[in-house]
């Protein structure tokens, strides 16, 4: 299996997930159903108000290192650094065994 899938948790500062998540829904969310290689993306939240996840599946590593070259992910950035604690905590997975794939 060739695909690529990433496990992202962001810690926002003190009451600032909804501030992100519209700059999220601004810059990434439109950049991530136009990008054919984002096979999956789940974006949620969980019951720490300060955190939010993400669960990507790229077509491949080369795949998921361009995106983080495009304007709308830069811009993202940009725009949400200052409402975050720190960097992503970043866990690269290996999948085994992806439902509905046929390759």
């Known amino acids: 299996m060739n695909r690529?899938?990433?496990f992202l948790q962001h810690r926002t500062k003190p009451g600032m997930r909804a501030e992100v998540q519209k700059i999220w829904q601004k810059h990434m969310q439109p950049a991530i159903d136009a990008n054919a290689a984002h096979e999956i993306y789940v974006y949620s939240?969980?019951?720490d108000p300060d955190?939010?996840?993400a669960f990507q599946v790229y077509s491949n590593a080369e795949e998921?290192?361009?995106f983080l070259?495009?304007?709308a992910y830069l811009d993202y950035e940009r725009e949400a650094a200052p409402?975050?604690?720190g960097p992503?905590?970043?866990e690269v997975l290996q999948p085994q065994w992806i439902k509905g794939d046929r390759s």
């Open 4 to 6: 690529y899938a990433l």
């Open 45 to 47: 939240f969980g019951g």
């Open 51 to 53: 955190r939010i996840c």
């Open 64 to 66: 998921a290192s361009a």
């Open 69 to 71: 070259m495009t304007r």
């Open 83 to 85: 409402l975050l604690e």
């Open 88 to 90: 992503p905590q970043v």
